[in-house]
């Protein structure tokens, strides 16, 4: 067995099941590392002392008198901040929901529950999930725990964060424009964006809602795809969930690639400047043509403006969800003169800068006059980036790029050109706008230390053929053994 805390969610449950440990043993001693480390790392906005030890005293009772156990009997996951938590405060990292306690769990949240998982804490994110370093938090930023001066990607950093320094061995985020993707790759963990419907997004508190999707982080291919299998599937309080069969997602993990064509995205990589995250991804394609895969080179013409489509089609989403938080029903109230001056002052206090900043975009792109060349506009060439996907899966069965142009950039470096920090969702955003399923997976380290990852998309429902051939990069890079050193 592995020694704590990088003991895998398998060895967790085998563990529990035996009797070797007691559930309750485990989430104490995962509750103490996280309040010991998370002061360094602020990758906790609430750890459940309370609730996460009575779900697990629940799972040892459950052993005890021989019932049946969950595929996550024991096992501590964190939860994005942005996902309801009956009982348990839920911010977004927004001052305007501050002190909100949802009545209900959020669809995930009941799965979770389900499976025997002990949910620890409520994790760190950028504001409503608006951000790519985990810097527009309202309770402050999230520190990646390879280099505490480095972002932790967003906006699901604080997620990622807990998982790579060994605070949860599982995590949940959210994923609108590569929201789990960036994070993982950043901090040298696996996250998996599921096709658009594939998981429900009941209790998952809106941003962008054609394009959020709740994604499953842990260390390891094996373990996302377990997590995955437990939270995805058919849920009729959500309109846009897919009534479709379920695959084997840990099953896949085991079957290879022999026989697979992989799309290479050439334009892509040629546009790389770090030579590093090429050198990477180069070595993660020569691993899966050596285990018998097929590298096809493909096109994707469109790919080039899906910052800016995606930075139209999701604001304008934003500006139409958010309208909700107006400090009449719930969350934070500033009075003011009169309703419209409350309005004011609720949602000026309580929206951080860049929450307003992609209100105000939204509510542009969406007004009079500007509908059809903007909003209208996106949606088109949105139509037309989902077609070159299409195309290209007739020649191939997955495509593989970066999932990020650099390593994890540093804290503050970006935050003064809201552009620059756009642009490092270039690669993840793409698949997101076409609904497709993508993952990504360490397949290196730079110089200094600090993780690369590879993004796989997959047509539509295809999750399996993720998890395979990402399972056959995990086992040629072997980086899954490897953890911040500052924390091992």
Request: charge should be negative.
């Amino acid at each position: 067995m592995t020694s704590f805390p990088w003991q895998s969610a398998f060895e967790i449950r085998e563990q529990v099941i035996s009797g070797a440990m007691t559930a309750v043993d485990v989430t104490r001693a995962y509750l103490a590392r996280a309040e010991a480390l998370n002061p360094k790392l602020s990758c906790f906005l609430y750890l459940d002392h309370e609730g996460a030890l009575a779900a697990a005293a629940q799972v040892d009772r459950a052993r005890e008198v021989g019932e049946p156990l969950g595929p996550l009997a024991g096992v501590p996951v964190a939860i994005k901040d942005n996902l309801c938590t009956r009982g348990v405060r839920t911010t977004c990292a927004s001052k305007i929901l501050g002190n909100y306690i949802p009545p209900y769990d959020a669809h995930v949240v009941e799965a979770l529950r389900a499976s025997g998982a002990v949910i620890v804490g409520k994790t760190n994110l950028d504001e409503f999930a608006m951000g790519s370093s985990n810097e527009n938090s309202a309770f402050g930023n999230v520190h990646n725990p390879w280099n505490l001066d480095r972002a932790p990607g967003g906006s699901s950093g604080g997620s990622a964060c807990a998982t790579a320094a060994g605070l949860a061995p599982l995590a949940l985020g959210s994923d609108t424009g590569g929201s789990v993707r960036q994070p993982g790759a950043f901090c040298g963990i696996t996250a998996i964006k599921p096709t658009y419907g594939r998981v429900s997004r009941y209790g998952l508190i809106a941003f962008a809602s054609s394009l959020d999707q709740v994604g499953p982080m842990a260390r390891s291919v094996r373990e996302a795809s377990l997590l995955l299998e437990v939270i995805a599937g058919h849920d009729e309080r959500d309109a846009t969930s897919a009534d479709r069969e379920l695959g084997a997602y840990h099953a896949a993990c085991g079957r290879g690639v022999q026989g697979l064509r992989v799309g290479v995205v050439r334009a892509q990589l040629d546009q790389l400047q770090d030579p590093e995250v090429r050198g990477a991804v180069e070595a993660a394609l020569e691993s899966l043509e050596e285990q018998g895969a097929t590298l096809v080179d493909v096109a994707l013409a469109h790919a080039k403006h899906a910052v800016s489509v995606y930075y139209l089609i999701a604001p304008a989403e934003a500006s139409s969800n958010l309208a909700r938080f107006d400090g009449i029903r719930y969350g934070l109230r500033v009075s003011g003169e009169d309703l419209a001056d409350t309005y004011a002052r609720t949602r000026g206090q309580g929206f951080g800068p860049e929450v307003r900043r992609r209100i105000m975009l939204g509510t542009y792109a969406l007004s009079a006059g500007y509908y059809d060349a903007f909003y209208l506009r996106a949606q088109r060439v949105r139509t037309l980036i989902r077609r070159d996907y299409d195309a290209a899966f007739e020649s191939c069965d997955v495509l593989c790029t970066p999932t990020t142009p650099t390593p994890a950039f540093a804290l503050g470096e970006k935050t003064n050109d809201p552009l620059e920090m756009y642009l490092a969702d270039i690669f993840t955003l793409p698949p997101s706008l076409a609904g497709l399923p993508a993952l990504s997976t360490p397949c290196g380290l730079a110089a200094d230390g600090l993780p690369i990852g590879l993004q796989i998309v997959a047509p539509p429902f295809e999750e399996e053929k993720l998890c395979g051939a990402a399972q056959v990069v995990e086992d040629a890079c072997g980086l899954v053994t490897s953890h911040p050193p500052a924390f091992a």
